[in-house]
């Protein structure tokens, strides 16, 4: 053989051998049909089956027959692509995944840390198809849920209690701070639609409330905010701290609530539905040094308007349902001449809407 011609050869394989067999998978397949079908693999418990592979990026590479035969058409080896042999595995890769519309209560998810991308592919694989359960990669562990909706597809595949430790402290801090902030925002909305059924006058309500509670996502607030709701989670599961017995949850100390306080003062002046917001002197607004639920003194309230109003009123209607500790009315009277002064007119407004939820 030519010397040229073999080297030339040497170096072919030689760039196939350390291709990204993930970008040689999604090379391959570039252009072809991204719809899952029922696989035609002869096997009748798989006759019901929709095949994927799922790359690190989020790509979907549907499966006709089988996994293998995939790769084999793409002609990249399996080990490579999943990053792990089968004794041994790395922590990501890319992972096949089936399902069936007519699963039932089991489910099977990987060992390994799946991608934000791949999540999210998951979860518009989850509404495309409304499945019930989805299954994904080798080693398989089992969990005995279904996935209900897509919130809880995100906790299944990232903190399932079968899950090899998936995610970090820190990672379920900020996701129990986004599923609570969510759902929060949700109610305060049903909150304000039902206001605006009762009072058609305050439909620009709606489009207030959209950005309701916003500035919690993003800094000064963001890391604060994931602290407190998580101090919250565990003094409502381990109850109040006694240091004798070894039992419940130790409160953080003064510095720590410093910077949660410094982020509650940012937050109530930067959203209209606080009164503070609307404080001449924004240096104005307080809260107590060891509990930020309530302040040193009281605060005139007398310029915020009525559609701030009812938006605060929906917070506090919201938070009632959340906490179940009081009615909005309930905390309206703890608060009111103590925390924030209310002209007669705005606690006219305030009883009218309190009314739509009693």
């Known amino acids: 053989m030519d010397i040229q011609l073999f080297e030339k050869l040497m170096l072919i394989n030689e760039a196939v051998a350390t291709a990204d067999p993930q970008k040689v998978m999604k090379d391959y397949y570039k252009g072809k049909s991204t719809k899952l079908s029922l696989s035609t693999w002869p096997s009748a ?128 801090k900020e996701q129990y701070f986004l599923d609570r902030t969510n759902k929060h925002i949700q109610l305060v909305q049903e909150a304000a639609a039902k206001i605006v059924e009762a009072y058609p006058e305050f439909d620009e309500l709606l489009k207030q409330v959209e950005t309701h509670d916003a500035s919690k996502l993003e800094e000064p607030e963001r890391t604060p905010y994931i602290e407190i709701t998580w101090r919250h989670k565990l003094e409502n599961e381990e109850g109040e701290y006694d240091p004798y017995n070894g039992k419940g949850y130790q409160t953080p100390g003064k510095l720590e609530k410093e910077e949660e306080n410094a982020a509650t003062i940012h937050h109530i002046t930067t959203n209209s539905h606080h009164p503070e917001y609307h404080l001449e002197d924004k240096a104005d607004a307080n809260v107590n ?70």
């Open 45 to 172: 418990k798989e006759e019901n089956q929709y095949k994927f592979w799922l790359l690190q990026d989020g790509t979907v590479i549907p499966v006709e027959y089988s996994h293998n035969k995939t790769l084999a058409d793409a002609a990249v080896e399996d080990e490579e692509m999943l990053g792990h042999t089968w004794d041994s595995f790395v922590e990501t890769g890319a992972v096949l995944g089936y399902f069936s519309l007519a699963a039932d209560e089991m489910g099977i998810i990987s060992g390994k840390r799946l991608t934000q991308k791949q999540i999210s592919a998951l979860k518009n694989l989850y509404l495309e198809y409304k499945v019930s359960t989805l299954y994904v990669d080798i080693p398989r562990m089992y969990f005995s849920s279904l996935v209900k909706s897509v919130s809880h597809l995100d906790y299944l595949l990232t903190y399932g209690k079968d899950v090899d430790e998936a995610k970090s402290e820190e990672d379920q």
């Open 289 to 358: 040094v060891a509990d930020r639920d309530k302040s040193d003194e009281c605060i005139d309230a007398s310029r915020m308007p009525d559609v701030d109003i009812a938006e605060m009123i929906s917070d506090w209607q919201a938070m009632a349902e959340e906490l179940q500790t009081n009615t909005a009315r309930e905390w309206f009277e703890k608060q009111k001449d103590v925390r924030w002064h209310f002209s007669e007119h705005q606690e006219e407004l305030i009883d009218k809407l309190l009314k739509v939820f009693e």
